[in-house]
């Protein structure tokens, strides 16, 4: 039998309606067996697969420049460390880098503890999760998530967890010569600070005094409120995003940001944030202060 070509195309035509129909000849719409047992379905439909970068393999938004490092939560390593009992600590800024501070995450288990930092070292504990108990002197002081803890330096005061707890901890060399003292809080009752032509929400959770060589800011952004100052300066800041997420600018880099997030900012890198998405934003950031540069 011969066919006419103009009959072929109409009946070819009308498989493929029959099929599109009937959806099941089409790889990635539905898999059948008649794909081989494939699913294509991720290229035309990837959000009903999520898309989930943290494990494409060998992907991480981690980055590591001269004046600037982007730690993503996918790239932490967690370790033992001495002075600090059933604890991991993941260190994401350090001197390693040439920063003038360490900061690092410690996720302490049951019955857990730390001995004081080293001689001559200042400590600032922000906890994140769980409960702490700080032997103050005489004195037991009970922590929870949202409040923080400053040790100046040659404290001897020793904190421990019988729960467990998440900790957010900055240390330096303490190099102002003045007399710091121990303090705690809590984030929520720190005052809300004046930010000139800024709109986001600023606290500094130590004193503003030359007794210190760093603070501690914690800063709220609404979403879609950015930083008015495209700052340039020779401090050098320590961040960890919090809650949110947004664009960080670093030098001429643009890097999309989530909570969990950490970034490593040496001196003079310019720098800018919009927070983005549905919710707030709020980081944690250590600025060194007070300190002449040519003698720091
Ligand atoms: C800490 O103690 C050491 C002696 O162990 C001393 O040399 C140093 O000046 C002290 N540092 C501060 C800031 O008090």
Redesign the pocket.
């Not at 959000?47 to 494990?55: Q, V, Y």
């Not at 993941?90 to 930092?117: I, T």
């Given at each position: 039998m011969i066919i006419p070509g103009h009959l072929l195309l109409e009946l070819a035509l009308a498989v493929l309606v029959a099929s599109a129909a009937h959806g099941a000849e089409l790889c990635g719409l539905t898999p059948t067996p008649s794909c081989g047992g494939h699913d294509y379905s991720a290229v035309f439909r990837p959000a009903e697969r999520g898309i989930d970068f943290d494990s494409l393999p060998g992907y991480t938004r981690s980055a590591h420049y001269a004046d600037h490092a982007l730690i993503a939560v996918e790239s932490r390593v967690f370790a033992g460390q001495r002075g600090w009992k059933s604890t991991l600590t993941a260190h994401l800024v350090s001197p390693a880098r040439g920063a003038n501070f360490a900061m690092y995450l410690a996720e302490m288990s049951d019955d857990s503890s730390a001995e004081p930092a080293k001689?001559?070292v200042e400590r600032f504990v922000l906890v994140l999760q769980g409960e702490i108990t700080v032997s103050h002197g005489a004195k037991n002081m009970v922590l929870g998530a949202n409040s923080y803890v400053y040790f100046?330096?040659?404290s001897t005061d020793t904190l421990y967890s019988e729960d467990g707890a998440g900790l957010l901890v900055y240390e330096r060399v303490?190099a102002a010569g003045g007399k710091p003292v121990f303090s705690s809080g809590d984030v929520e009752e720190s005052a809300l600070l004046p930010t000139g032509p800024e709109v986001f929400k600023l606290r500094k959770l130590l004193p503003q005094t030359a007794d210190y060589d760093f603070n501690v800011h914690i800063m709220d952004f609404q979403p879609g409120e950015y930083l008015w100052v495209k700052e340039v300066h020779y401090n050098q800041h320590g961040l960890l995003l919090l809650e949110g997420k947004g664009i960080y600018r670093l030098a001429d880099k643009w890097y999309p940001v989530q909570a969990g997030d950490a970034i490593w900012m040496a001196p003079y890198v310019p720098q800018w944030y919009a927070a983005l998405g549905a919710s707030p934003t709020r980081y944690v950031i250590y600025k060194d202060t007070t300190l002449d540069p040519l003698l720091g």
């Amino acid at each position: 039998m011969i066919i006419p070509g103009h009959l072929l195309l109409e009946l070819a035509l009308a498989v493929l309606v029959a099929s599109a129909a009937h959806g099941a000849e089409l790889c990635g719409l539905t898999p059948t067996p008649s794909c081989g047992g494939h699913d294509y379905s991720a290229v035309f439909r990837p959000a009903e697969r999520g898309i989930d970068f943290d494990s494409l393999p060998g992907y991480t938004r981690s980055a590591h420049y001269a004046d600037h490092a982007l730690i993503a939560v996918e790239s932490r390593v967690f370790a033992g460390q001495r002075g600090w009992k059933s604890t991991l600590t993941a260190h994401l800024v350090s001197p390693a880098r040439g920063a003038n501070f360490a900061m690092y995450l410690a996720e302490m288990s049951d019955d857990s503890s730390a001995e004081p930092a080293k001689p001559g070292v200042e400590r600032f504990v922000l906890v994140l999760q769980g409960e702490i108990t700080v032997s103050h002197g005489a004195k037991n002081m009970v922590l929870g998530a949202n409040s923080y803890v400053y040790f100046p330096p040659n404290s001897t005061d020793t904190l421990y967890s019988e729960d467990g707890a998440g900790l957010l901890v900055y240390e330096r060399v303490y190099a102002a010569g003045g007399k710091p003292v121990f303090s705690s809080g809590d984030v929520e009752e720190s005052a809300l600070l004046p930010t000139g032509p800024e709109v986001f929400k600023l606290r500094k959770l130590l004193p503003q005094t030359a007794d210190y060589d760093f603070n501690v800011h914690i800063m709220d952004f609404q979403p879609g409120e950015y930083l008015w100052v495209k700052e340039v300066h020779y401090n050098q800041h320590g961040l960890l995003l919090l809650e949110g997420k947004g664009i960080y600018r670093l030098a001429d880099k643009w890097y999309p940001v989530q909570a969990g997030d950490a970034i490593w900012m040496a001196p003079y890198v310019p720098q800018w944030y919009a927070a983005l998405g549905a919710s707030p934003t709020r980081y944690v950031i250590y600025k060194d202060t007070t300190l002449d540069p040519l003698l720091g």
